[in-house]
């Protein structure tokens, strides 16, 4: 929703610097690497930025119409933003510069040749890759991730304005298909709401006509679990196997059918829920023994919330704990991002389940592009000052992208097999009802325990980093008034030698 009405109050960051600020730290990436992080071989060990486009949507109709000043232009070929601010009589320009800028006349296919088409090609060389929008409501994360109108192919061609995720999709499938590859590629959709996940390709559960259920009651929220190695995974998250693009394209369409419908229900609150679309891909190689090899890509699409909050309340302030109520998850990426630029030795990952769940994504082995919205208006102004300040600083972020290793496809054959066997004894079980059965009432209350359980041992551990830090910095003051008593030994003992010479001298 736009912010209408009245010119904004200035942004407290907008009055740091006055006159032409060019804000371009940190682009250790030499500039635009719109090859989705191309990583030079020399730089493997020190890793590489997290890539940031920046895409400003033209004014709407309405705005237009209404005639809405326009206070930011976009400069495609010098990579940069510059947002004008007029304080006092005084006009301030900031400019800020990112991996890729495109402007309000853009275009969905140059955006995705440009930028999301080399991170494809890195999925299919066995990367994990993540691309996520992040900005305010109403600035065109779900245009550019999804697309406007249909993203249905007619005739084989895609819409237009087609957005990233059809255009991946697309992309993966015209390339493997030109390798005559053999592959398999599974998919799966969640959405994250006021911390609880829920499964968007979850069957529907069988309604009674006389007790017709609520749509978002049909969404049962879905546990988070450490997977023991230091990442995690929702325990029963749907995973469909696909064989094409149109089926893909018709699971996104259930999928954010579903979502849309929460939306619908529960207005407001709705924008601020978060989905991960994730695209799993098994390809096999030969080695140049024969030996069939298994490679595993993956690539995780994520449509952010609308970032007002945070901005509203900055992540440092008195109010980010209100806003935090609000919205955990997006006030934990900010702070997460900011100890990652800032190297601050605890990250606060597990503070949200998104960033739980973008953890690799953020300072891991996966490569990752954000893709910041903005709007021209003046109207939201404050709002793009936020999205700016907050793009620019992830551009800091420093991932060490690792191609997962390769599988023997005999490993694989062996994995496959024995969870066969285990869906076979569930099945057995089953049927023959000799397995251990609960009655569902307890099974439901089984399971609300270990999820306390679960969330009591997360906190426990969050409580337990914090204390370690604490003990740390103790021990660190400790240390220092040792080496500080140390000193004033020395220097007492030198002291009392130097009066005891002179007593001897006087004497
Ligand atoms: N680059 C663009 N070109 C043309 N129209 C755009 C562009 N970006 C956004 N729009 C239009 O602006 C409106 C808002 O966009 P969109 O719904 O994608 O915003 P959003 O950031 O996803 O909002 P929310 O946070 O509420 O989901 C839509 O009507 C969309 O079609």
Known sequence: MEKRGGTPSPSPRSTEKSGKDLTRSGDANGGASAGGNATPKGDKEKGVNVQVILRCRPLSEDETK?????????????REVAATQVIANKQIDRTFAFDKVFGPSSKQKDLFEQSISPIVHEVLEGYNCTIFAYGQTGTGKTYTMEGGG????????????????????????????????EYSMKVTFLELYNEEITDLLAPDEPRFPVLPVPEDKNKKPIALMEDGKGGVFVRGLEEEVVYSAGEIYKILDKGSAKRRTAETLLNKQSSRSHSIFSITIHIKELTHESEEMIKIGKLNLVDLAGSENISRSGARDGRAREAGEINKSLLTLGRVINALVEHSGHVPYRDSKLTRLLRDSLGGKTKTCIIATISPSV???????STLDYAHRAKNIRNKPEVNQKMMKSAVIKDLYSEIDRLKQEVFAARE???????????????????????????????????????????????????LSAELGEKLEK?????????ACSA
Request: charged fraction near 35%; proline fraction near 4%.
């Open 66 to 78: 209404g005639n809405t000043p326009v206070v930011i232009s976009c400069n495609e070929r010098r």
């Open 433 to 483: 009802k000799n397995g251990i059965y609960i009655p569902r009432e307890r099974y439901l209350q089984e399971e609300a325990e270990k999820k306390a359980m679960t969330e009591k041992i997360e906190k426990l551990g969050v409580d337990l980093e914090a204390r370690d830090k604490q003990l740390v910095e103790l021990k660190e003051l400790y240390d220092a008034q040792m080496l």
């Open 495 to 503: 002291t009392q030698e130097r009066s005891g010479g002179h007593q």
């Open 379 to 385: 109207y939201c102004l404050e709002e793009t000052l």
């Open 150 to 181: 249909t993203r249905k192919a007619k005739s084989g061609e895609l819409p237009t304005d087609a957005g990233v995720i059809p255009r991946s999709v697309r992309q993966i499938f015209d390339i493997l298909e030109a390798q005559c590859a």
